[in-house]
């Protein structure tokens, strides 16, 4: 006799403890797409600006949410987060910042 076995869906969550938390995932999604965007301009000298100010908004965004974050797969995805962030940002600042 064939046995079905159920099927589960794997996806990624950073909800470990089961409860909802759109506010921090929206705050991850952010901090990491403004890290990414910092980190992938901070090669261009002459996109100091736009590499300084979303390094910025993410570490901001970042730290407001390692502040608020319930769950340790939060807590490591915005890690990872703020430290493209922070590093877009000082490669910008380096470049020459906001002027």
């Known amino acids: 006799m064939a046995q079905q076995h159920a099927e589960r869906t794997r996806h990624i969550t950073f909800n470990t403890d089961g409860r909802p938390h759109p506010l921090v995932n929206s705050l991850l999604a952010v901090t990491v797409v403004l890290g990414v965007v910092s980190v992938a301009t901070a090669g261009f000298h002459h996109l100091h600006v736009l590499t300084s100010a979303t390094g ?44």
């Open 56 to 99: 910025l908004a993410g570490t901001l965004a970042g730290g407001w949410g390692q502040y608020i974050s319930a769950t340790t797969a939060e807590r490591f995805a915005l890690v990872i987060g703020l430290g493209m962030a922070a590093l877009g940002f000082y490669l910008g600042m380096a470049h020459g910042g906001f002027g």
